[in-house]
């Protein structure tokens, strides 16, 4: 991994096309939350599988915790949805067949001199593309397990989550204040978002 990609400093916001072929910017797909960034060899690899089918039993807590997920592979778009549909995955996949990544973050594979791929990482990212956490995944053991990513967000929603502790005194006196922008979810009451949706 090249230098500076380390916690603190923001990551690259790449733009990547997805499993429909339908470009994203990183920051757009994160939007305000935290964010778990899978990237992967691809459909070959079944240390990349058993990760992703770890994931898609996590995913529904990702849902309830406000947490997103994108995983990233060098395969092409129907390698990809091979993949992505071979475990089950309901999230979004982009495909960088050009290793873009792959040469940007100096994570080429060098072992492997078939596959052209990367080495695997899982970076956990804090609002804003911030690095919180990153793991190298070239051994299976180097991969995080859905408990560390567990404690992961839970750290990075404490840091970032003005309302992570709402039993404050002070908490209290801003929502009677009326400030709602420091209460999930941004500023709007669950009324205000049933409402909204009909």
Known sequence: ????IVPGARFPDYELRDHKNKPHKLSELQGADPMILTLLRGHY???DRR???ELVWFHDRLDV?????????????????????????HWTFLHDSKRI?????????YTDPVNDVMIPHTVVLEPG????????????????T????????????MRHRADWQIDTPEM????????????WPYGRSMREIIEGSE
């Open 172 to 183: 209290r006196d801003a929502w009677e204040r009326g400030e709602r922008d420091k209460f």
């Open 129 to 144: 593309l911030i690095i919180y956490k990153v793991y190298n995944g070239y051994w299976y053991w180097g991969r995080p």
């Open 1 to 4: 991994m090249r230098a500076g």
């Open 45 to 47: 690899c079944p240390k």
């Open 146 to 157: 859905r408990g560390e990513l567990h404690q992961d967000l839970r750290e990075v929603s």
């Open 101 to 109: 990544i792959q040469k940007d973050l100096d994570i080429k594979e």
């Open 65 to 89: 915790g406000y947490a997103r997920i994108v995983t990233i592979t060098c395969d092409n778009i129907t390698q990809l949805n091979e993949l992505k549909l071979g475990v089950g995955a």
């Open 51 to 53: 990760q992703l089918q």
